[in-house]
């Protein structure tokens, strides 16, 4: 079985600033939206960014947390803010080409109405269960999983999100029916695999790897094409039995479609210095993320359109609708 699939894959607001910080042309402060919850992989990765993004710009930054519809309100906010880059989504990719294909009553295409200033990320995804279960390996879990009456179950934060994605590719690749549990968030869904009521989460790694450090979850693979170094022991999921089978995510910073060109490059060049910045780096590899490689706006525009055509023929083969 050879497959290779590339997923285009949270606290109150916080003001921060800068004595003698520069304001913005319009003389406010940037909101940088995170469309999830508090505590998750997204929320955890732009709180990191956000304050040296702040100095690069020279302006304040307040990071708000708008979860709901798998990030669909948060990025919906952006897209409908006025286009002036005082309002900034950060994002993973399924918010912007795969949600929007389950949104029935709100098919808003955010491909083309948020324009991409960077990427800021890339990262795979950690498989970890309940650590109750009595089984220590993939081929464990599966095999476990096979029995009748397994009633196994993975959450996510929300359909049509990351971990979403991943679990059902996941369950395809390993011959699992599991049922999808949906919450507002990574956080919340990784809750309920601590507590015993769900079987197994395929998180970002930011929220993932504390708890399996502390053994309040067990850590079977990562999802990528190597280990991570902040969880060295636990293998790939082709080194565990599933070979050929790769799931990637990323993050992003956009904008609202018809911001301005100037405001634009004035964006790219400061998130592009922060994000490469050595202090977000090292922030990056703790987490189990990487920094994303460098690339133009326009082509990370053009690759997003791809993925979201791509996206949305595989989101009606699977016949995926939002919950």
Known sequence: ???????????????????????????????????????????IVARELAPILMEQLGQSVVVENRGGAAGHVGATSVARARPDGTTLLFAVSTNIVVNPHLQRNDRINLSSVLSPVTKASSYQYVLV??????????RELIDAGKRPNAD???????????????????????????????????????????????????????????LA????????????????????????????????????????????????DGEMSRLEAAANKAIRDPRFARSLERDGLEVAAAQPRADFAVAIREEYEF?????????????
């Open 1 to 43: 079985m050879k497959r290779r699939h590339l997923l285009p894959l949270l606290a109150a607001p916080v003001l921060i600033t800068r004595a003698g910080a520069q304001g913005s042309a319009q003389g406010r402060p940037i909101t940088l939206i995170v469309p999830y919850a508090a505590g998750g992989g997204t929320d």
């Open 129 to 138: 269960i309940d650590p109750k279960l009595p089984v220590t390996s993939l």
């Open 152 to 210: 196994f179950s993975f959450s996510s934060g929300g359909v049509g999100s990351n971990n979403h994605l991943a679990g059902i590719l996941f369950a395809e690749a390993a011959g699992l029916q599991m049922e999808h549990i949906s919450y507002r968030g990574t956080a919340p869904a990784l809750q309920d695999v601590v507590t015993g009521r769900v079987t197994m989460n395929f998180s970002s790694p930011p929220p993932a790897v504390p």
């Open 213 to 260: 450090k502390e053994g309040r979850l067990r850590a079977l693979a990562v999802t990528g094409n190597h280990r991570l170094p902040s969880l060295p022991d636990v293998p790939t999921l082709s080194e565990a039995g599933l070979p050929g089978i790769v799931i990637l995510g990323w993050h992003g910073i956009f904008a609202p479609a018809g911001t301005p």
């Open 311 to 323: 996206w949305g023929k595989k989101v009606r083969e699977l016949d995926l609708k939002a919950e």
